[in-house]
C-alpha cells in the first residue's frame, strides 16, 4: 500500500456521521474513497454545492458539475448550488466541520504553509486561507518528508496559509495532534517506532505514556 | 429597448485598460463567447478580476495568453503556467486574493458597502498593508470592495428581461460580478421569454443586466 492511501484510510476514520467536510485537491480527495458505508459524510465543493458525489461514469460527465480541481463529479440526493459567495460563508462562518488539505510545512504552533514557495512557485491561495481560518477541524494530510526532508517543523519557513489552525497532523508514519503544549504524537503505524518518528521531525514531539497503532481499517 | 444585441455591440462597451470583471471557476461558469469577442476585437491592458486563470486555452486562460491583461486580481492561477510566466517576467501586475475575501470584496462593491471585516489571511502576507480591527475580542482584516466598468457574465438560461438562472456549479462568481460593474453583458447559453424562468428561480435579477448576447453551449 502506498503512502497516500495509508494516509486517506486513517484520515477517513476522523470523519464523523453527518459531518459536513470539504476535502482539498490531490490526495485529500483520496479520503472519500475510504469513508465507511455506514458513515455519511456531507461533502461541500467550494466552487459552490453540497452533497458532492463521486466521480460520474465514463461518458455521464456533466460540464456544469465539477470539483474544485475542475474534475468532473456528481451530486448526491440532497445536493444544493450556490454562488461563490454563499460557499465561502459556509466555510468561514463555521458550518464545516472538517477540512482535509495537503501541506508544504506545518509547525509545532500549529502554522500552515501551503501556497507557495517564493521564486518558485506562487499558485495563489485559492480557498485555502478561508478554509483553514473557518472550518470546525482542519486535518493536514501529507507525506511526513519531503525528498527526506522534514515538513513538520519548529516554524515554518514558507509564506504561512494561516496562524495557528491545524488540528490533526496525519501521515504514512504516524498521527499528531496539535495542542497548545506543543506537538502530541498520538499514533505510529505498524512497524514504525517514536524514535523513527522523531528522527524525521524537526518540531520536539511530546511522547505520551501511551501512544497507539494507527489503525488504518484493514 | 431591447437588451439583446450582437457579439459586436455588446462588446463596444469595453475599451483598453478598462477594469473587466469575468467569473468562472476553472473555466466553468465563463463568457466563452465574450472573452473570444474581447480576443477578436484586439481589447487590451485590462485590468481583469477573476477567481482564477483557468488553462491557457480555456475562458480568462485566452486573454492571459494573447496579452491582454496587464493587471489581474485572482485567488489562483497555478493551473495556467502562463501566468505565472508573465507574473515573473513582469509583464502582468498580479494580486492573489483569497477566494472567499475576493467573493465578499466584489459582494461589498456591488452593494454598497464599505469593505468586509474578515478573518481569513490574518498572519500572512496577505495581511500587508490592511488595518486589523477588532470586534468582540476577535481580529478581524478590512477587506474594502471592488467594483469595475464591465462585467462579462454567463447565464445557462436568460429570459428578455435580462433575468438569469444558472446551472450546476457554473454560478460560483456571476451573481456577485453582475451587481458590481457599470455595464454588465450577460452570454446567454439559451434566451427564453419573459415569465419562462419562475420568478422565484431567478438568481440575478435582470435590472443589473443591460445587454444579452447568445452564446453557445
Known amino acids: ?87 465561502f460563508g459556509i466555510i468561514r462562518g463555521g458550518h464545516v466541520d472538517a477540512t482535509v488539505l495537503g501541506a508544504l510545512q506545518v509547525d509545532e504552533k ?109 | 429597448m431591447s437588451k439583446i444585441v450582437t457579439l459586436e455591440k455588446a462588446l463596444e462597451n469595453v475599451k483598453d485598460g478598462m477594469t473587466v470583471m469575468i467569473p468562472g471557476f476553472m473555466g466553468v461558469g465563463t463568457p466563452e463567447t465574450l472573452v473570444d469577442g474581447l480576443i477578436e476585437k484586439g481589447v487590451k491592458d ?40 508573465k507574473m515573473n517576467a513582469g509583464e502582468i501586475d498580479v494580486t492573489l486574493v483569497p477566494q472567499g475575501t475576493l467573493a465578499e470584496k466584489i459582494r461589498a462593491g456591488g452593494a454598497g458597502l464599505g469593505g468586509v471585516l474578515t478573518p481569513t489571511g490574518i498572519g500572512t502576507v496577505v495581511e500587508e498593508g490592511k488595518q486589523r480591527i477588532e470586534v468582540d475580542g476577535k481580529q478581524f482584516l478590512l477587506e474594502l470592495p471592488l467594483k469595475a466598468d464591465v462585467a462579462l457574465i454567463r447565464g445557462s438560461k436568460v429570459d428578455k428581461a435580462g433575468n438569469v438562472w444558472y446551472e450546476g456549479a457554473t454560478r460560483n462568481f456571476n451573481p456577485m460580478m453582475a451587481t458590481a460593474a457599470d455595464i454588465v453583458i450577460v452570454e446567454a447559453e439559451e434566451i427564453v421569454e419573459i415569465g419562462e424562468i419562475d420568478p422565484n428561480n431567478v438568481v440575478t435579477p435582470g435590472i443589473f443586466v443591460d445587454y444579452i448576447v447568445k452564446g453557445e453551449k
Open chain 1, 1 to 87: 500500500m502506498d503512502s497516500r492511501e495509508i494516509i486517506a484510510r486513517r484520515v477517513a476514520k476522523e470523519l464523523n456521521d453527518g459531518d459536513i467536510v470539504n476535502l482539498g485537491i490531490g490526495m485529500p480527495t483520496k479520503v472519500s474513497d475510504f469513508i465507511p458505508d455506514d458513515v455519511e459524510v456531507i461533502l461541500q465543493s467550494e466552487n459552490g454545492f453540497v452533497y458532492m458525489g463521486p466521480a460520474p461514469q465514463e461518458g455521464q460527465e456533466d460540464d456544469n458539475i465539477v470539483n474544485a480541481g475542475g474534475l468532473p463529479v456528481t451530486v448526491k440526493t440532497g445536493a444544493s448550488f450556490f454562488d461563490s459567495a454563499v460557499s
Open chain 2, 46 to 85: 485590462l485590468f481583469v478580476i477573476c477567481s482564477d486563470t483557468a488553462r491557457p486555452e480555456r475562458g480568462i486562460g485566452k486573454l492571459i495568453v494573447d496579452n491582454r491583461v496587464k493587471k489581474l486580481i485572482a485567488s489562483h492561477i497555478g493551473t495556467n503556467k502562463v501566468t505565472g510566466e
Open chain 1, 110 to 218: 500549529g502554522n500552515l504553509a501551503s501556497w507557495m514557495i517564493p521564486g518558485k512557485m506562487v499558485p495563489g491561495m485559492g480557498g485555502a486561507m478561508d478554509l483553514v481560518v473557518g472550518a470546525k477541524k482542519v486535518i493536514i494530510a501529507m507525506e511526513h518528508t519531503a525528498k527526506g526532508r522534514p515538513k513538520i517543523l519548529k516554524e515554518c519557513t514558507l509564506p504561512l496559509t494561516a496562524v495557528n489552525e491545524v488540528d490533526l497532523i496525519v501521515t504514512e508514519i504516524c498521527v499528531i495532534e496539535v495542542t497548545k503544549e506543543g506537538l502530541v504524537l498520538k499514533e505510529v503505524a505498524e512497524g514504525v517506532t517514536v524514535e523513527d518518528v522523531q528522527e524525521v521531525t524537526e518540531a520536539a514531539l511530546i511522547i505520551p505514556e501511551n501512544v497507539k497503532t494507527m489503525d488504518i481499517g484493514l
